[in-house]
Each structure stands twice: as C-alpha cells, then as structure tokens.
Nanobody, 111 residues
C-alpha cells in the first residue's frame, strides 16, 4: 500500500511560484501513475497534472504552460512546480499514487 504525503503548500502572491512535493512510502515502483488533484470550496475538483512511471505527463487546460509535474523514482517523490499563480489556483492540493490519496496541502494565492 502506497501512502503519499504532501508538502510545500502555503500563501503566495499572484504571479508567484510554489513547488509541491509528494513523498510516497511503500511500493512506489508498483505505482504507474501519480497525479495532483485540487479542490476549492464551492468548485468542482480536478486533476491538474499526472505523470507515468516513464515520465509521460499530462495537464489540465487550466494549468497548462504554468505547472510542471516531475517524478524522481530514486527518491520516491513527485513534484508539482507551479508558476504564474492566480487567485483561482487557490485550493487544497492532493497527491494521488495509484488509488491512494494524501492528506492534502493548502495553496492560497492572494495579495
């Protein structure tokens, strides 16, 4: 069973950057797809980025060109580099490893 643990959330001004990390304990190598999902109050949740074990990545249209997902299999860690952040990016971000979800980390974009 893989247990993801997120870190790196916080408060950032519009236009700023943050990097989220997700450390996955357990059998990381058995997890093909890792993903970042976000949910904001009153809004539909969405998968913002996903990456396969081989490094193939996909993004939601809302973040394409601004967010980059990467994966370090040696460190059992997935990253989400977020740039040009907007207030509408404010949400709780969850790491998904296979069928396991992390506890989430809050990202707030506000001046």
């Amino acid at each position: 069973q893989v247990q993801p643990v997120e870190s790196g959330g916080g408060l950032v001004q519009p236009g700023g950057s943050l990097r989220l990390s997700c450390a996955a304990s357990g059998s990381f190598f058995s997890t093909d797809v890792m993903a970042w999902y976000r949910r904001a109050p009153g809004k539909q949740g969405e998968v913002v980025a996903r990456i396969t074990r081989g490094g193939s990545a996909g993004y939601a249209d809302s973040v394409k060109g601004r967010f980059t997902i990467s994966r370090d299999n040696a460190k059992n860690t997935v990253y989400l580099q977020m740039s040009s952040l907007k207030p509408e990016d404010t949400a709780v971000y969850y790491c998904i490893a296979g069928s396991s979800w992390g506890q989430g980390t809050q990202v707030t974009v506000s001046s």
